[in-house]
């Protein structure tokens, strides 16, 4: 996981709460993107990102904003958290090319809406 | 509609032993194919990847094969070691882009 930094790692919100997890990256990847984990439902993309200044909605994007200002940040915000934001958070970049080994994923974020 | 399968929520194998991990997709513009391990509480990563212009793949242990006419792929590891028992995502992406999409993941225990 080298290279991926998201913070916080374990998060308890209340209803209703804003907040950001952080993620950077340090390998100059154009392609950014979080993804969400849930049990028996595998890894599903909220947002994404090709590069500064460019986002895209993923499978799940409801109740989240991103932004690219920079190649190295992706931010993703919860504006009003819900119980169903429970989940684990994975962010990941890459170079964009064919290879999978040049996809990275950062440690995760634990967060729990209560 | 879930576009990348693995319809076997566990396996577990004896140690030594080969692990057959399957994997179905449905979307046929898929054309390039990995997996992931993850142990918990850390993030996924990278294990083995096939293009759809190839029908196996092989790196050390572990071997991805790629039936495009079944929309099938599977990944072998002989011989299966403890260390290996994790949950492993097969996904697939569209293009020359990073775009993943996953499966819901098998758990692999291998049996001392």
């Known amino acids: 996981n080298a290279g991926v930094t998201q913070t916080p790692k374990f998060q308890v919100l209340k209803t209703g709460q804003s907040m950001t997890l952080q993620c950077a990256q340090d390998m100059n990847h154009e392609y950014m993107s979080w993804y969400r984990q849930d049990p028996g439902m595998g890894l599903r993309l909220i947002h994404y990102?090709?590069?500064?200044?460019?986002?895209d909605q993923g499978e799940v994007p409801n109740g989240y904003n991103v932004s690219r200002s920079t190649t190295e940040d992706f931010p993703l915000r919860l504006l009003s958290a819900a119980p169903s934001q429970t989940s684990v958070y994975f962010c990941a970049s890459g170079s964009g090319g064919r290879s999978g080994n040049t996809i990275y994923f950062g440690e995760g974020s634990w967060l729990t809406v209560v | 509609d879930q576009q990348v399968k693995q319809n076997s929520p566990s396996l577990s194998v004896q140690e030594g032993r080969i692990s057959i991990l399957n994997c179905d997709y449905t979307?046929?513009?898929?054309?390039?194919f990995l997996w992931y391990k993850k142990y918990p509480a850390e993030g996924p990563t990278f294990l083995i990847s096939?293009?759809?212009?190839?029908d196996k793949n092989e790196d050390g242990r572990f071997t991805v094969f790629l039936n495009k006419s079944a929309k099938h792929l599977s990944l072998h590891i002989v011989p299966s070691q403890p260390g290996d028992s994790a949950v492993y995502f097969c996904a697939a992406s569209t293009g020359a882009n990073s775009k993943l999409t996953f499966g819901k993941g098998i758990t692999l225990s291998v049996r001392p």
């Open positions: 979307n046929s513009m898929f054309d390039y």
């Open positions: 096939i293009s759809s212009i190839k």
């Open positions: 990102s090709v590069g500064a200044g460019i986002t």
